[in-house]
């Protein structure tokens, strides 16, 4: 079975340019996760979505950061203008359900952004 | 302080060695996770508990849920299992709360 994967894995981009990750979650996992890992640090959740629906969004900046999930399926996450303090891991995970299952990581996109 | 406390914070240790690895957390939980990250690596799950003990391969996790407390064991350890171990426990609204990890390194 294939796990969760994300697009691209590394990403190199000036301040101000705009910037979107993708991911697949593993097939019929209907909970997904999008966290920022800086370095050093543990997961920080930006969003969580059941199914198409963003059920936890609190920790999104919304000012700069979006996320959509059409279809219930894969999802990507935007910036638009990344800041260089947006420089860090963007992980996404997914689970059977958010009361069901551990989560199943994807190896995580790392954005620069100078 | 910290909802979930992990200890040691890092941890050096000779290939073959026992290890284990603490975490303590405060707060209510409807299980735990234990995750290994190799530098530079994506995260992978070991471990969801919710009582007792659960074994995969070398790696032993334990919880007793009325101390708020659980361990990681690696029997024979190996270099292979240097990374960072994070302990995180899921709240009743299915949050992760993280601890700070512990940095493992095995010698050969």
């Known amino acids: 079975e294939a796990g969760v994967v994300q697009s691209p894995r590394y990403k190199i981009i000036e301040k101000k340019q705009p910037v979107a990750f993708w991911c697949n979650p593993i097939?019929?996992?209907?909970?997904l996760y999008w966290y920022l890992q800086n370095l050093g640090q543990g997961p920080e959740l930006l969003i969580r979505y059941e199914n198409e629906e963003a059920v936890d969004d609190s920790q999104l900046p919304k000012d700069r950061f979006s996320a959509e999930r059409l279809k219930g399926v894969d999802s990507t996450l935007k910036i638009q203008p990344a800041e260089l303090g947006d420089s860090a891991v963007y992980l996404c995970?997914?689970?059977?359900?958010?009361?069901?299952?551990?989560?199943?990581f994807g190896p995580g996109t790392r954005l620069t952004v100078l | 302080k910290n909802e979930v406390e992990q200890s040691p914070q890092n941890l050096t240790a000779q290939e073959g060695e026992f290890i284990t690895i603490n975490c303590s957390y405060s707060?209510?939980?409807?299980?735990l996770h234990w995750l290994q990250q190799h530098p530079g690596g994506g995260i992978v799950s070991l471990f969801m508990?919710?009582?007792?003990?659960k074994k995969h391969g070398r790696l032993i996790a334990t919880i007793n849920i009325q101390e708020k407390h659980s361990s990681l064991h690696i029997t024979a350890s190996h270099p292979r299992d240097s990374a960072v171990y994070i302990c995180a426990v899921q709240d009743s609204n299915y949050q992760l709360i993280w601890g700070a990890g512990t940095k493992l390194i095995i010698k050969p």
């Open positions: 097939s019929g996992h209907n909970t």
């Open positions: 995970a997914s689970s059977p359900g958010a009361s069901r299952g551990e989560q199943f």
């Open positions: 508990l919710s009582s007792g003990k």
């Open positions: 707060v209510g939980i409807s299980a």
